[in-house]
């Protein structure tokens, strides 16, 4: 049997226009030649384009793309449509007054085929051997799918491109198809375009995850956490699943419309002689979301615990929060239950051992870990959540042995269970690896997706991490 | 000033002694209320006064704190604490005057001039408020007839006390309300609201009295929780190097084997700290401690009898008016320990190692906790304050000889616990000396090296319900039971 004897693919930097429709931006990518891919992300994000652009699709704009086969064998439903397109022009090109056959199915298949033996066969294993005479524009979608499918397979191609092969194929055949695929992983390199994780292949040796025309992640198998969050992350951005509602049971104050929800006056905070914020005035009104940012040691954190209450200077400033002048008899438990509130230190002190459903339902107490017994309602809730970040298997392990990440995405679950008015994210993304960005970034947005109930302040200094509908900004300088 | 428990007849001594209830959750429905818009004015921000301030603030009420004027003018650091967490701070003068509450939180040694000086200048009928009761049972401080006298205790040090609270819970907290001292009839209600506002309610309240909370504490604290540990340390120390067992090893396996050999405790008594053993381990553990027992209950007699007929506090009292003599003494020789000069070596000691390795620590511990159980409750202090008094904050104890040796259980106790945990030091290091000849590196150093890890039935079966049937696991059991009923999930 020929072994893979290819040079590896190599993109760099590589910018792909396909018609002013898509762009594909700054993709560095290497495919060695014993490697198969599988190309995964949400609709639209760019799969089908960085497939297509292997083989020769697009217009590179920027970057150099190397290594790249002469004989690539591209099976997906724009090169399909693209082939319909062309047999259909044909009609339309014919100016004789005789009705045009079109291309029989048989010149399509054997045409330009490397393997007619294969392709025999293939037609025999596809149930297309009556169909040989036909013309091709006159068959299903299914049946010209399967007919681009042996075309691909019997041109000895020596890189197989496969765009959602697997979908509308019944159940026989899809088993036939991967059979067949098994059979030659030792001589010809795969790349195949999922939406789906449980249908790929076991051969796949690797994943590459789009997300916005970007070549966001490449994950080898092997790495079994980081394959297991793509998976979530998918899941994540792919699923149906809508935020769970609130619990009715667990009402709050009635808020005066006519106030902010926070209002600062003059906001100081010193430590000795140091100041750290110097006089700020700031309001948030409701449904105005913040981004508020600023480098280390401008006292981001600090103004944000002055609106928590867990500054113990807030009693020394003027501060409005939530129909409470701080300072008057209110406990900070009465105002902790207006605020959804996630932090890095908010996980450094979340270290009791609980199980990662009552970190969900503690988000009901404002508490770290569960001191009071909680209702049916409020864990399936938090069975709700569970499902929708794709840990609903997790619901009874120990909250401090999950990843870091996984940590993470269960506590801005528990700062968003009760649909607070105001949630806090002070830096989500800190101290998370690009996937588990790309995880939580996904959770804020499916979040703020029509939750107009919820005021958003989202603490950052990375420019990238931008969340959708955020149109207020506040920097502040470091003092001193 | 005369001993305050000596002045009272021995039905009312037996009565108070008595006294302690784990309260309902249903009793703190009220919440702060009692408490609110009332001025508290708080005497010392060390570590208690500080965070205990901190959670009243964030429950709602008005905290401020008096200090003595040289520590506002020298700016020190009870003035810091206060000021920079943004509290009004000013003079007795400038503050007692206008308290509903004076929260009385500074050392014991201190209580006496303290409550002398800020007295006279407390406005009719208000509240003052201990976090011991020494200086009320001991010194029989006389308080003006006007003012309620109460006692809120959490039994956690100060930092503890403020980290439960942020996360929504509490930690336990004994309150009482001195009787001679409860003009209006409002003492109860002040304690609660005040065990409310600092978080106490959640994590469950022990209505005592301020003898029973006196008596149980000196008790427990100068034998089991700092004495016993300390006496152990220095003799397992002693006895490893005289075996030869590397030194840096011998020092981290005692250093950090205190803390996890009582983690087993907190969660499941004695039983569960035996049941980490193997079973030959266990029957030797258990053997060891009923020798240990056997040698030391005179001595835990005897700390007792001091501490109910009042010698105790005399003698340490005649210490405080000597400057601490004795206490600066024994506090230096305990600096010059071979355990305390030798650091932790830098070798990886498993969990289950630490008691593999140190059964005879096991030993001491058992030994330790059910002695001074039975002691208290022979003396009429009921099971419930002798078990949190013994067995409850013992792994608090092993916390801190975790952070920093002995020198750090000494600097976080209070001078009161330190000088009788030296005085608990100093009888039974000779007491034990016969005890430790016998002692080898089987059980604490190296563990039991057997070819055959089989026991006999019959003994493993009367070990495991001897056990199981001592009191102190019986209302142990009942009391984390409550525990675990609002920590539910911890």
Known sequence: MDSIRLDNILLNKVTVNFDDRFTLSEIDWTIESNQHWVITGTNGAGKSALAAVLAGVGEIENGTITGLPKNVGLVSF?????????????????????????TPVHEMIFENCQDPELAHALVEKFGLSTLLDRAFRKLSTGETRKVMLIRALSSKPDLLILDEPFDGLDVDTLAMLQAHLVSIIDTTPMILVLNRFDEMPEFITHVAYVDKGELALTVDKKDESAFNELYQLLHLKTTDLQVPEADPANTLPVLDPSQPLVRLKQATIKYGDTIIVDKLDWTIERGQHWQLSGPNGSGKTGVLSLITGDHPQCYTNDIFVFGFQRGNGESIWQIKQFIGYVSTSLQWEYRVSTSCKNVIISGFYDSIGMYTKSSDNQKKIADQWLALLGMKDRADQPFNKLSYGDQRLLLIAR???????????????LGLDDMNRQLVLALIEKICEGKEETTVLYVNHHAEDQIKGIESYLGLKKNN | MANYFNTLPLREQLAQLAKCRFMDSSEFADGVEALKGK???????????????????????????????????????????????????????????????????????????????????MKEGACLSYSHGFNIVEEGMQVRDDLTVIMVAPKCPGSEVRAEYVRGFGVPTLIAVHEDNDPKGEGLALAKAYAVGTGGHKAGVLMSSFIAEVKSDLMGEQTILCGMLQTGSILCFDKMIEEGIDAGYASRLIQFGWETITEALKYGGVTNMLDRLSNPAKIKAFDLSEELKMIMRPLYNKHQDDIINGTFSRVMMEDWANDDKNLLQWRADTAETNFEKTPAGDVEISEQEFFDNGILMVAMVKAGVELAFETMTAAGIIAESAYYESLHETPLIANTI???????????????????CYLYNHACVPLLAGFMKDIKTDVIGKGLSLEDTGVDNKRLIEVNTALRSHPVEAVGSVLRGHMADMKKIV
């Open chain 1, 78 to 102: 724009e090169a399909q449509a693209e082939l319909i397109a062309k047999e259909l022009k044909k009609d339309d090109a014919d100016i004789m007054d005789v009705i045009s056959l079109g």
């Open chain 1, 415 to 429: 700062a968003m269970v009760k649909h607070p008015p105001l949630l806090i994210l002070d830096e989500p993304c």
């Open chain 2, 39 to 121: 001025k508290m004015v708080v005497i010392g921000c060390g570590a208690q006064g500080l965070n205990q301030g901190l959670n009243l603030r964030d429950s709602g009420l008005d905290v401020s704190y008096a200090l003595r004027p040289e520590a506002i003018a020298q700016k020190r650091q009870s003035w810091k604490n206060a000021t920079e967490n943004g509290f009004v701070v000013g003079t007795y003068e400038d503050l007692i005057p206008t308290a509903d509450v004076v929260l009385n939180l500074t050392p014991d040694k201190q209580h006496t001039p303290v409550v002398t000086a800020v007295m006279p200048l």
């Open chain 2, 402 to 420: 975790a952070r920093k040796k002995l020198y750090e259980m000494n600097a976080t106790i209070s001078d009161t616990a330190e000088y009788g």
